[in-house]
């Protein structure tokens, strides 16, 4: 299907349930360069604990973050036993997947402890953020 000029309707930005909003903007802060665009205050909240939102400083799909107190993190890989399933997953693109998990690492992410056995590790590699949500690290060059 073709677009055909502007869109009324657009995606603007993905919100990520979690348990600690502060924690969630530092870490993407730090990992995709983003910047906070707006907060709410604890005497403006309508529910949650929180909320954060982030923006690309070259503009593009905005991200943010809702702390719940009765967050769970989902689960990886995914099973049957009643766990909270994972519903979506962020497909990030690196030059170099090697340096960017190590990056994830150092602003205080982790690498999930299961990777699918028929993907190569230095093209992708699935890494968990602070509140536990998978997202894959992707060689660009497969985005190209």
């Given at each position: 299907m073709e677009a055909s000029g502007p869109r009324p309707i657009r995606l603007g930005g993905i919100c990520l349930d979690c348990a600690d909003a502060e924690e969630m903007a530092a870490f993407y802060c730090r990992v995709l360069g983003y910047e906070v665009a707006a907060r709410d205050t604890a005497d403006m909240r309508a529910g949650g604990s929180g909320w954060i939102a982030l923006r690309a400083p070259a503009g593009g799909l905005g991200l943010s973050f809702q702390a719940?107190?009765?967050?769970?993190?989902?689960?990886?890989?995914?099973?049957?036993?009643?766990?909270?399933?994972?519903?979506?997953?962020?497909?990030?693109?690196?030059?170099?997947?090697?340096?960017?998990?190590?990056?994830?690492?150092?602003?205080?992410?982790?690498?999930?402890?299961?990777?699918?056995?028929?993907?190569?590790?230095?093209?992708?590699?699935?890494?968990?953020?602070?509140?536990?949500?998978?997202?894959?690290?992707?060689?660009?060059?497969?985005?190209?």
């Amino acid at each position: 299907m073709e677009a055909s000029g502007p869109r009324p309707i657009r995606l603007g930005g993905i919100c990520l349930d979690c348990a600690d909003a502060e924690e969630m903007a530092a870490f993407y802060c730090r990992v995709l360069g983003y910047e906070v665009a707006a907060r709410d205050t604890a005497d403006m909240r309508a529910g949650g604990s929180g909320w954060i939102a982030l923006r690309a400083p070259a503009g593009g799909l905005g991200l943010s973050f809702q702390a719940e107190p009765y967050y769970r993190p989902p689960t990886w890989p995914e099973d049957d036993d009643g766990a909270q399933q994972k519903m979506m997953h962020f497909e990030v693109a690196a030059e170099d997947v090697e340096a960017a998990a190590a990056e994830v690492i150092g602003a205080g992410g982790r690498q999930a402890p299961f990777q699918p056995p028929d993907r190569d590790p230095s093209r992708l590699r699935v890494m968990l953020d602070p509140a536990g949500h998978p997202f894959c690290l992707v060689d660009a060059a497969d985005f190209a």
